[in-house]
């Protein structure tokens, strides 16, 4: 039998962006070209009202690569110049001068050197990290709004592949199960299910009195004296 999953709650984490005017929904954007859909519902959206799939992590990953290559060129450009200006320095002068004059290039061209490449390596991990987690927002609220979703569905509504989107699934659901299922239906299709999340109870101050006014009384346990003619007449008959 397949699993059922009306009873599921829609929802999905906050991404504080304009809420979809199709579902209400505050999901991750997914440019389809340049037409900005809602990753819940398809519907679309308003540009830049809210986050995006297809950018989330775009710039730092950018950046990175940029960084790395100038670190690079820093390392090349610097250690070349040392080079040649103690060789210049040698014909002229004792070894020991040449070094003295190519040993403060060098140490400033490893410095900037690694530095922008170790920079430029960071900026390219939180870059993928941004990207990842932005698309674990986007596969929670699809899923939250559909109530369960395949890697398929998943993969038409983040515009990625089948197997990309299995696999951010079969990861978020192993390492937060309390937000997302996975079950196989009889067919041995792979449904991935959002979880409900449990609500505390919060007590209400008129629930005691609303309570007692449901209750039935029984009339056997009103003292005789408080009793009204009417009552009393229908326990004498």
């Not at 060129?73 to 002229?92: K, P, Q, R, T, Y």
């Not at 410095?111 to 941004?130: E, Y």
């Not at 101050?205 to 005789?224: C, E, H, N, Y």
Request: glycine share 12%.
């Amino acid at each position: 039998m397949t699993p059922d999953w009306s009873n599921s709650r829609r929802r999905g984490p906050p991404t504080y962006g304009l809420a979809c005017p199709h579902c209400g929904s505050d999901a991750p954007i997914v440019y389809r070209g340049v037409v900005p859909c809602c990753t819940a519902c398809g519907g679309v959206r308003v540009p830049l009202s809210g986050p995006s799939v297809n950018l989330a992590g775009g710039p730092s990953k950018v950046g990175g690569v940029l960084a790395g290559v100038a670190g690079w060129l820093a390392l090349v450009v610097g250690l070349s110049f040392a080079a040649g200006l103690g060789l210049l320095v040698a014909l002229f002068a004792t070894p020991g001068v040449a070094w003295a004059v190519a040993l403060p290039v060098v140490m400033i061209s490893l410095v900037v050197g690694v530095g922008l490449i170790r920079g430029g390596r960071s900026l390219r991990r939180s870059g993928v990290q941004a990207e990842g987690a932005m698309r674990e927002q986007a596969l929670l609220a699809v899923a939250a709004h559909q109530g369960a979703v395949t890697a398929a569905d998943a993969a038409r509504a983040l515009a990625i592949g089948v197997a990309e989107a299995d696999e951010s699934l079969t990861a978020l659901a192993k390492r937060d199960p309390e937000h997302l299922n996975v079950e196989v239906d009889d067919q041995g299709v792979v449904w991935y299910r959002a979880v409900a999340p449990l609500r505390a109870r919060v007590a209400d101050p008129a629930g005691p009195a609303l309570a007692a006014q449901d209750v039935p009384r029984d009339d056997t346990d009103v003292p005789p004296e408080a009793e009204d003619e009417e009552t009393q007449a229908r326990r004498l008959r």
